[in-house]
Nanobody
Framework: QVQVAESGGGMVQAGDSLTLSCAAS????????MGWFRQAPGKAREIVAS????????YMSDSVRGRFTISRDGAKNTVYLQMNNLKPEDTAVYFC?????????????????????WGQGTQVTVSS
């Protein structure tokens, strides 16, 4: 049984940092793409960052590029999202997801449909 679990959310002030962790279990995901999405109240879920097949490529959305970093530990089936210089507009529920599909080239692992397993989400609240 595959399980995906996020941790590390919380309430911080603008300018602070947080690191989210996501652990996948139930099978080996060392080569699979893993991504972070977020959903703010009243808004659609959006991609934040992804680590592609084998961790060879990464994607960062324009809204977080330069502030957030995605990294992974393949041996631990874990992906991290380091979030620096947080802004109130980063407030959202952050979801981790695992893809079992292989994709190469640009535009990969940026859509919900490319992911098979999802965590329950962790709340990040940034106050001004």
């Amino acid at each position: 049984q595959v399980q995906v679990a996020e941790s590390g959310g919380g309430m911080v002030q603008a300018g602070d940092s947080l690191t989210l962790s996501c652990a996948a279990s139930g099978r080996s995901f060392s080569n699979y793409a893993m991504g972070w999405f977020r959903q703010a109240p009243g808004k659609a879920r959006e991609i934040v960052a992804s680590s592609g097949w084998g961790g060879s490529t990464t994607y960062m959305s324009d809204s977080v590029r330069g502030r957030f970093t995605i990294s992974r530990d393949g041996a631990k089936n874990t992906v991290y999202l380091q979030m620096n210089n947080l802004k109130p507009e980063d407030t959202a529920v952050y979801f981790c997801a695992v893809s079992i599909y292989y994709c190469a080239g640009s535009g990969c692992y940026e859509r919900d449909e490319e992911y098979a397993y999802w965590g329950q989400g962790t709340q990040v609240t940034v106050s001004s």
